[in-house]
């Protein structure tokens, strides 16, 4: 079957740095999605990885496995507002993407 | 505002009644989406438009009915819900078409936050 799997909840501290991992399986592999979603919101778009290793955006950074069917979002300079849910999506042979249930990210002062 | 705009942003109905979910697109975009969100749970596509036709319908439930009128609009109609309907309903937009990540990169409204009594 196909699965996506990511911590429910993580907390850090403001100015710190955090890494939230997803592992899946898939039928398939067109690529890996991360979005962001604060409460209330739409979620939106932050990076797209289908070859493997590491694309920086500014303090955000997405790191791909194709081999270990694993992938990693990494903030650094943590922000208050940086505490959203971050859902993790993969994109099968079919072109259909598969959603994880999302970690949701508490910052602390 | 990101795009898309869904209304209402919050609905409680009762059982019995009918209602209607509106999402417009102003990006340009030939693909549009109905997702449901529940809490904890990873989601849940519902129907997919590609260029005003129907290309996914993941075993929804018929008293979920969709109409898609334009490439811009998409609603949802609703009727004889169930208390377990009550989710957050998502509308999403793409360029359409399958190939690299330009064509699937999704770009949601904010949701239509629905409860059944």
């Known amino acids: 079957g196909q699965n996506i799997d990511q911590p429910t909840e993580m907390t850090a501290t403001e100015g710190a740095i955090v890494q939230i991992n997803c592992t899946y399986q898939?039928?398939?592999?067109?690529?890996l999605f991360w979005y962001q979603q604060h409460a209330g919101e739409a979620p939106t778009f932050l990076s797209y990885?289908?070859l493997d290793g590491l694309e920086e955006k500014g303090r955000f950074s997405s790191f791909l496995s194709r081999s270990k069917g694993y992938s990693y979002l990494l903030l650094k300079e943590l922000q208050m507002k940086d505490s959203a849910s971050y859902l993790c999506a993969t994109m099968d042979s079919n072109y259909q993407l598969i959603w994880g249930a999302g970690t949701k990210l508490i910052i602390k002062p | 505002e990101t795009g898309v705009t869904q209304t209402p942003r919050h609905l409680v109905m009762g059982m019995t009644n009918k209602k209607s979910l509106k999402c417009e697109q102003h990006l340009g975009h030939n693909a549009m989406y109905w997702y449901k969100q529940s809490a904890k749970k990873p989601l849940e596509l519902m129907f997919v438009y590609n260029f005003k036709e129907q290309t996914e319908n993941n075993s929804v439930p018929s008293r979920f009915s969709p109409e898609c009128p334009n490439s811009s609009h998409l609603f949802l109609h609703l009727h004889t819900l169930q208390p377990e309907d009550s989710a957050l309903y998502l509308c999403a937009s793409s360029q359409g078409g399958e190939g690299g990540s330009g064509a699937n990169v999704l770009t949601f409204g904010a949701g239509s936050r629905l409860t059944v009594l």
């Open positions: 898939t039928s398939g592999f067109n690529g």
């Open positions: 990885n289908v």
